[in-house]
């Protein structure tokens, strides 16, 4: 069944997020795809996130389509005009990738080319409706198009610091939704109980939501994410679970499974990054039970 059938059904979607080499090599990005096949629902190729310049996510797309593995693009608008964006997408769906994602791009100043000239010729809406307009037929001018694509489109919601923040990105959220985001992907969870609270607004967008679920490698990246971004909201609890744990890599995938174990109880899917560690989703989704 399909990603999109999958939502339609209100089916527990699980997603995998997989970025493409800084290169050509693709045997590791290929091996791990096959290592996932019939395990997930997607995979999500974020295209140059962070700002790091890497492989087209359009070629990952197509290699995960090849694996017999449906793939969801990210589209951002920070490096591409709407002729190029416009373009791409077209491209997009006659290689048959059907599902896109318009997310958030991260500050070209933390990236790997400083010096790269930013485009943002169009916000996140303005894309979303660029992308239903292509699928009535026309392009962003009104012109009308020789053949018309389809594609299930969702958005980002991002991490947000108090509760001014939140009603910001919800009413972003729901901008986005209305504009013809279908589902919307959420910042990463560590704490249950605080998420609980935020799913109880986003759920009235009215669309599938799907939380990240991040796995934590050491100690050190936890302690480093709840020093930094205060809005992720981990516990010393959390740490403390992680730097008492014998194997703290293993503790690590516990902690996602068990997140993805909890969330299933409540929304429609996880997306799960594992930035790297793409070998350790199988064991991951085992934890979780699934």
């Given at each position: 069944m399909s990603f999109q059938k999958r939502l339609a059904a209100n089916e527990f979607v699980v997603l995998a997020e997989m970025h493409t080499p800084k290169g050509v090599n693709i045997s590791r990005l290929v091996?791990?795809?096959?290592?996932m096949k019939g395990k997930i629902d997607g995979v999500v190729i974020p295209d140059m996130d962070n700002g790091i310049m890497r492989m087209s996510s359009i070629a990952g797309g197509v290699l995960m389509q090849q694996q017999g593995i449906e793939s969801i693009l990210h589209v951002y608008c920070r490096d591409r005009n709407r002729m190029a964006l416009q373009g791409d997408i077209?491209?997009?769906?006659?290689?048959?990738?059907?599902?896109?994602?318009?997310?958030?791009s991260e500050d070209i100043e933390n990236g790997d080319h400083p010096e790269a000239v930013v485009v943002n010729d169009l916000n996140e809406v303005e894309l979303l409706k660029g992308i239903a307009q292509l699928q009535r037929g026309k392009d962003m001018e009104g012109f009308e198009l020789d053949g018309v694509p389809t594609f299930t489109t969702g958005c980002t919601i991002e991490p947000f610091a108090d509760e001014a923040q939140m009603v910001q990105?919800?009413?972003?959220?729901?901008?986005?939704v209305a504009a013809g985001a279908s589902f919307v992907i959420t910042p990463a969870v560590f704490d249950i109980t605080h998420f609980s609270g935020f799913y109880s607004k986003v759920r009235e967008l009215g669309v599938p939501v799907i939380p990240t679920v991040f796995l934590i490698k050491s100690l050190a990246i936890a302690q480093y994410i709840a020093t930094t971004e205060p809005s992720s909201q981990i516990s010393n609890e959390l740490i403390s679970r992680i730097r008492k744990s014998p194997n703290r890599d293993q503790e690590g995938v516990k902690i996602a499974g068990e997140t993805i174990a909890a969330l299933r109880e409540m929304t429609q899917g996880v997306l799960v990054q594992t930035l790297g560690w793409e070998h350790k989703l199988p064991e991951i989704l085992d934890a979780a039970g699934m």
């Open positions: 091996n791990d795809a096959r290592r077209l491209a997009a769906h006659v290689l048959g990738i059907q599902n896109l994602i318009v997310a958030h990105q919800l009413k972003l959220a729901k901008d986005k």
